[in-house]
């Protein structure tokens, strides 16, 4: 039948050879034009069938730090619900080549971590029991409980102050709490700083943070120094300016 067809083409006087060359030029223009709605398609078909995350997981596109909760999957596209209430709409075959965090996947109480300096002069135990203390009083945070499993790791599920080394400027204390939900760490992390600073005043703790120590000697030539004389003592009694001083 197709040797019938291209014979009755030749009766006509149709020439084959442009016959095929057009066909060729449009099966290339189409496969240009198919080829990324092919690519979405197939992309969705192994995300409905794989399923990294479903619809109401709260997930992460890593590379825009974009978080939120997945809206609707087709097999174009995955629509996504910022935790800024905007919509977010991927087609599949880019968020299927990307790193994406599910938070919702296992378990949504999700590990937080803030790392703290404390000056060597004040108690370090006491700075390990402050960063405890004040987390748990915080709503959201998990303050106890059964140890919580994460791979082959148990790790414990009240708030836990960790020495992580000895710094140039003080100690490094990693404090290490679970919250309840995923969206929660931002402002977890919010209320623990503030609960932390309130517990300061009448502690016997202090946060570090680099000094400067301007040292003159033999090898740093000669400075000038001006004295600035209090209000209550006649300035006519001392000289604005002292001579210059090693």
Excluded: C
Excluded at 38 to 52: E, K
Excluded at 208 to 216: D, K, M
């Amino acid at each position: 039948m197709v040797g019938a067809f291209f014979f009755a083409l030749g009766v006509f006087g149709v020439e084959i050879t442009n016959l095929l060359f057009s066909v060729t030029v449009l099966s290339a223009v189409l496969a240009v034009i198919l080829a990324p709605i092919a690519t979405d398609l197939v992309s969705g078909f192994l995300i409905l069938v794989n399923r990294p995350y479903e619809i109401h997981d709260m997930i992460e596109i890593i590379d825009e730090e974009k978080r939120g909760y997945v809206e609707d999957i087709t097999l174009r596209y995955t629509k996504i619900l910022t935790l800024e209430n905007t919509f977010l709409v991927i087609p599949n075959s880019t968020i299927y080549n990307r790193d994406v965090i599910n938070y919702s996947a296992n378990d949504e109480r999700t590990r937080v971590s803030i790392e703290f300096t404390v000056t060597y002069e004040g108690d370090l135990e006491q700075a390990q029991r402050l960063l405890e203390r004040a987390t748990e009083r915080i709503d959201g945070v998990i303050k106890g409980g059964p140890s919580i499993p994460l791979g082959g790791t148990k790790y414990p599920a009240q708030p836990k102050a960790f020495i992580t080394k000895f710094g140039d400027h003080g100690v490094h204390i990693d404090l290490m709490f679970w919250v309840e939900k995923p969206y929660l760490p931002i402002e977890m992390r919010s209320k623990v700083h503030k609960s932390i600073w309130k517990e300061l005043n009448d502690a016997d703790v202090e946060m570090a943070y680099p000094h400067t120590h301007v040292i003159f000697d033999e090898t740093s030539g000669r400075a000038r120094v001006a004295v600035e004389q209090p209000q209550d003592i006649n300035a006519e009694s001392f000289p604005s300016e002292q001579s210059p001083a090693d």
